[in-house]
């Protein structure tokens, strides 16, 4: 017998997803420290980096991987085995002295970050139906960008009070929601949500959504990476003033997910044209305007726009998804959208190399930004005459 699921299951669920968002945020305070620690290595410039960002790819190259398990063994024990992982390869590091070993170790924490992110969006999709599982998607963009503001603001406490290691103490987080996922959430009877459903994965329907996703992680992490150099166009910028306008930005990916809550009925091509072309309006001021409130507005006003696409995109995919294959599905959309984050500072690095500025990539991003916005329009129109 189905069971009806209620607030208690998706808040585990929303919790469960700020995980992978902490394995990173949580450590930008300490880089400094940590590229001081390892200095007299060779490559340490690169390698430190790598260790702390290297998880966001495994999740791009696992999430799909994570989904096929998922459907074929089941979602509850995957959720709560990879918050356990999670916690025993996120701690490591306090007790490694090797960057190497480090970088091993994040690279186990990532594959767990993989399923977490996976399992806990597929069972939103399991539990909640219609117009409540829009609703919680879009929580689900507010409350991850909310707690990278807190994430932020704890990791560097932790590394005040404990040096380059304090922030990873953060990751034993990951023990009571796993203890909360095993008392509290349970397995999804998706064969009998797909009874009379295809068990044929929809390829044709679903590609060209997790294509326009990865264009979509592109441009929202391209400004959220970016930002102090963004931020720098306007001339000399103080690492508080940065971490001011990142908060911001990430108020506005609260403001987008609260505008797609509002309109969720138009969720599809209406909200993808709504959100590229104020992501396009955003990325257009930061590119042209000067000083640095101007420029900060702007990027405040692209992840207005990123926050109205990612849940609508991820609303889209699911929809397209029968019950039987929706961990593969999205497993797909999250690898999708973790190797936008994983590309983004190497597409914009090339083009900036290329075109001869960051500023240029702006106005690049805008445009392309604004021509999805267009081809949205007009592909409206003709379905409507």
Known sequence: MQQDAGTRHGVVLLIASVMPVMAIIS?????????????????????????????ALCVALFSPIAGWIADRTG??????????????????PILLHDLTQMIVARVALGIAEAAIMTV????IGDYFQ?????????TQVAVTSVSAIVLIAVGGMLGQMFGSRGPFGLYLLAL???????????????????????????????????????????????????LGPILELSGQVSPAAIGAAGAAANIGMVVGS????????????????????????GYAGAGLLNGFLPIAASAVLACIGCGILLPNMLTWTVRQLPPAVRGRGTGTWTGAFFLGQFASPIVSGALAAGLGGLTKVLIVYAGLALAGALLTTLTIRKGAS
């Open 120 to 123: 806990a969006t597929t069972l």
């Open 258 to 281: 609260a505008v797609f809550g509002k309109f969720k009925h138009w969720s599809g091509t209406r909200l993808l044209g709504l959100g590229l072309a104020i992501a396009a309006a």
């Open 176 to 226: 009571p929601i796993a203890a909360a996922a095993a008392m509290i959430l349970y397995e999804p009877d998706v064969r009998h949500e797909a009874q009379g459903a295809s068990e044929v994965f929809p390829w044709a329907r679903v590609m060209p959504l997790i294509l326009i996703t990865l264009g979509v992680g592109l441009v929202f992490y391209t400004m959220i990476v970016q």
């Open 75 to 92: 979602r509850k024990r995957l959720l709560v085995g990879a918050l356990i992982a999670y916690a025993g390869f996120g701690v490591l």
């Open 130 to 138: 219609g117009e409540r599982r829009e609703r919680w998607f879009a």
């Open 27 to 55: 450590l930008v305070p300490v880089l400094p420290l940590l590229l001081r620690e390892f200095a007299d290595m060779p490559g340490a410039n690169v390698l430190v980096p790598v260790m702390m960002t290297v998880p």
